[in-house]
């Protein structure tokens, strides 16, 4: 800070630029709030189809967000040109009183160019005589105490401008289009972050030889601290690189390199893995010059050796592992997948053995529950599971493609789910048994990336509808499932995955359970009514799942052998069946969107089909009970009244609609729909029945009582049909309607998959 410009500094374009921003602010308050409340809410409610159920929805729902970011963004300009300012005024008012008082010693401070300035004594007799005629000589401690606190003065004052200009550079570089949501309350919070970023990222660049226990608590506190601040993340990955991220962790986290740490550090590996993965993350969101280089120079490295001090690991052993924690960006993620793939196909010889197979004295790479972290897929799988476009491109992707001897490509899906040679793997806690972390983490990242949100989580209003991608990956799930239900039976603990895929996908499996000819020629105009009829009947926003009966009863009686796998698709069905009578009972809901006029028939192909499916899932929890597996049924039911938990108070589209439903405004977007309504109301009874159920071991259980498994579906669609009805002021036989076909579906659910399945079930 140069001495004249802030001695004579005039503050008037700083306080409009203040006052501007503060202004802005405000306006945007109302901007936000008006995009929130009437554009992304009316999306929300909107009655979409098509392309713009994919596409339209999404973009409202991010374009709303983008005024949210712009609020947060102008609000963190102003705080930052605020403080700025006031400290810049503060530091003129003490630079200009300093002056003052020197001149009262017959002291002048005098601008000597190129910023700099000196101060000289009064040497002449009329400047060094006061009123009384008496005489001092200047004192040189007076000179040089001035001197010293002005530079004090001016060196505090371009630190302030310095903060600021680095702060303000950083937020409006973190993206290239839209607006940053990096949040900070004052300018010098946001210099802490950068400040605190540069001191961690110099210790973990230490020899590992030199951290200490101090050391390593220092940045894991600091890495939990600060791990979602976009400033810190960038800056923290940024200063310690690809080659020392990897370098730092491999060291860490393997006892044979710091022993001592180690072994005063056990407990808190994990902690500080999952730190360091989620500032990663946060860091990897940034657009800047420096991440983008960061991100490709880190999957260039990924199949080269890690500088460590044992060196035997590679770069994607490494940041897999540190893929595990957090939403990593989707391009990196893609790119990784890509690059990871291509070394596992090196490795594998096209697939065609093990590769990633942990020795004795290999390291322990994850220190989060769970496997060694030897397997990069495993890691990586789990990464996808946080973020679902990347999960979906991956898995569509080619692992094998179609060229040489592969008449047929071979995707990520294939390969990983049904051709892959799985590493024996053991846990990295102390109990060291063996681990199943690497199939399951590929179900939660399929989870993902079939559903579009994840894993884990329940969909909601903003979840978009289901993109072909999406829709093409649920076929293949089902139709590999279908082939062989091994591939989930032998894995049980991927069934709560495979539920949760499927009852986001009902609206598609009803369908195929219709047996309704999806492509009617084009001169079949029965089947073409035939076909228009069922899309009416089950509408579905986004892309359908394109599937047959065969194949969806199969899927259905595999999953319906875990316990979570039925819950989740039992009671999602219950739900979508609830919202599809509400819907269509609904008597505001336009003529061209009912399937007829015929009531009675649409109630009870409603319920037929959804007994359908009931009845399919019946003859795989009868399966697991009646087979080897140590299931007994109020494993079943405990599992069906968890539900009742995991929905409490959620928003959203819920499970068992996912995003293909599209609701009338009477449904509203609640789970079970408001309290009181048709489905909600037979969600609670259905809850009730199971919470009882699973504490009682007497009594006619599904799994031992086919009948009693009827009964109880009967139960509860003429419940749901009933209270639909009565919500409308409707007369007629609703519930009865509902009732035989729900009973008839049910039987003709078991029925169906003993003729498809034959050698799949042992008895009803």
């Known amino acids: 800070m140069d001495f004249n410009a802030l001695y004579h500094a005039n503050f008037k374009l700083l306080d409009d630029a203040v006052t501007d921003w503060s202004t802005l602010v405000k306006h945007l308050v109302d901007l936000k709030k008006d995009a929130e409340d009437d554009l992304h809410k009316a999306a929300v409610k909107a009655d979409w189809a098509g392309v713009n159920a994919q596409v339209s929805k999404q973009f409202i729902g991010k374009t709303a967000g983008e005024f949210g970011d712009a609020h947060t963004q102008a609000t963190t300009i102003h705080n930052i040109l605020r403080d700025t300012r006031d400290e810049l005024k503060s530091f003129h008012q003490q630079l200009t009183d300093a002056v003052s008082r020197g001149q009262k010693k017959n002291l002048t401070v005098v601008d000597t160019g190129g910023g700099k300035f000196a101060v000289m004594g009064n040497t002449r007799p009329d400047w060094s005589s006061d009123p009384s005629g008496k005489t001092s000589a200047t004192d040189q401690k007076d000179v040089d105490d001035l001197r010293d606190e002005i530079q004090g003065i001016l060196s505090k004052a371009t630190e302030s401008d310095n903060t600021a200009k680095d702060v303000l550079t950083a937020i409006v570089d973190q993206t290239r289009m839209g607006f940053s949501?990096?949040?900070?309350?004052?300018?010098?919070?946001?210099?802490?972050?950068?400040?605190?970023?540069?001191?961690l990222a110099k210790l973990a660049k230490k020899d590992p030889d030199d951290l200490s226990v101090k050391d390593f608590d220092r940045l894991n506190a600091g890495l939990k601290k600060y791990h979602d601040d976009p400033l810190f993340s960038e800056r923290f990955a940024k200063d310690l690189g690809p080659e020392k991220t990897l370098s730092f962790w491999a060291n860490v986290s393997d006892p044979m390199v710091t022993p001592d740490l180690t072994h005063e550090r056990r407990e808190q590996l994990g902690e500080l893995q999952k730190n360091l993965g989620l500032t990663l993350a946060t860091a990897s969101q940034s657009d800047t010059a420096d991440m983008t280089e960061w991100k490709r120079h880190m999957v260039e490295i990924g199949d080269e050796s890690v500088q460590g001090k044992r060196g035997n690991v590679l770069g994607f052993q490494v940041m897999s592992n540190l893929m595990r924690a957090g939403d990593y960006d989707d391009d990196f993620m893609k790119q990784y997948g890509k690059s990871l793939m291509e070394t596992e196909r090196k490795f594998t010889s096209d697939g065609k053995h093990t590769a990633w197979q942990r020795l004795g004295f290999d390291p322990y790479l994850n220190h989060m529950a769970g496997d060694s972290g030897f397997d990069p897929l495993s890691g990586y799988l789990k990464g996808l599971s946080n973020n679902p476009g990347a999960a979906t491109d991956f898995f569509n992707d080619d692992f094998i493609p179609k060229d040489g001897d592969h008449k047929e490509a071979v995707s990520n899906f294939k390969y990983l789910f049904e051709d892959r040679h799985w590493p024996h793997e053991s846990n990295s806690d102390l109990s060291r048994g063996e681990s199943t972390d690497g199939r399951n983490n590929l179900a939660s990242a399929l989870e993902a990336a079939a559903t579009g949100h994840p894993a884990g989580e329940l969909p909601t209003g903003d979840t978009p509808a289901h993109t072909p991608g999406q829709a093409k990956l649920f076929e293949n799930i089902v139709s590999s499932i279908s082939d062989d239900n091994g591939r989930i039976t032998d894995h049980s603990y991927m069934s709560d995955s495979m539920g949760q895929i499927a009852s986001e996908y009902l609206p598609d499996i009803d369908r195929a359970t219709t047996d309704v000819d999806r492509h009617p020629g084009e001169h079949d105009a029965a089947g073409q009514a035939a076909w228009e009829r069922l899309q009416k009947l089950y509408?579905?926003?986004?892309?359908?799942?394109?599937?047959?009966?065969?194949?969806?009863?199969?899927?259905?009686?595999?999953?319906?052998?875990?316990?979570?796998?039925?819950?989740?698709?039992?009671?999602?069905?219950?739900?979508?069946?609830?919202?599809?009578?509400?819907?269509?009972?609904?008597?505001d809901l336009p003529a061209d969107q009912r399937p007829d006029h015929d009531m009675e028939l649409t109630v009870r192909d409603i319920a037929r089909h959804s007994g359908q499916v009931s009845g399919t899932l019946a003859m795989g929890r009868n399966e697991a009970v009646a087979g080897p597996a140590d299931l007994k049924d109020k494993d079943f039911d405990h599992s069906v009244a968890q539900w009742k938990n995991f929905l409490s108070g959620t928003v959203g589209t819920g499970v068992g609609v996912g995003t293909s439903f599209i609701a009338s405004p009477a449904?509203?977007?609640?789970?079970?729909?408001?309290?009181?309504?048709?489905?909600?109301?037979?969600?609670?009874?259905?809850?009730?029945?199971?919470?009882?159920?699973?504490?009682?071991?007497?009594?006619?259980?599904?799994?031992?009582d086919w009948e009693n498994g009827n009964q109880a579906n009967m139960k509860y669609t003429s419940a749901a049909a009933y209270n639909a009805a009565k919500q409308y002021h409707l007369s007629g036989d609703v519930a009865t309607w509902a009732e035989q076909s729900s009973s008839q579906g049910f039987l003709e659910g078991g029925g169906y998959m003993e003729r498809v399945g034959a050698e799949l079930v042992t008895d009803i």
Request: charged share 25%; glycine share 12%; no cysteine.
């Open 667 to 704: 449904v509203g977007a609640g789970v079970g729909g408001a309290a009181g309504t048709a489905t909600s109301m037979m969600l609670e009874e259905l809850f009730k029945d199971a919470e009882g159920s699973a504490k009682d071991d007497a009594g006619a259980k599904i799994g031992k």
């Open 181 to 199: 949501d990096a949040s900070y309350k004052d300018r010098d919070t946001a210099a802490d972050a950068v400040k605190e970023a540069d001191e």
């Open 539 to 587: 509408p579905v926003q986004g892309t359908a799942a394109d599937m047959n009966h065969s194949d969806v009863s199969r899927f259905l009686f595999a999953v319906g052998q875990d316990p979570h796998g039925y819950a989740a698709v039992e009671v999602g069905q219950k739900n979508y069946m609830g919202k599809l009578l509400e819907y269509h009972l609904n008597p």
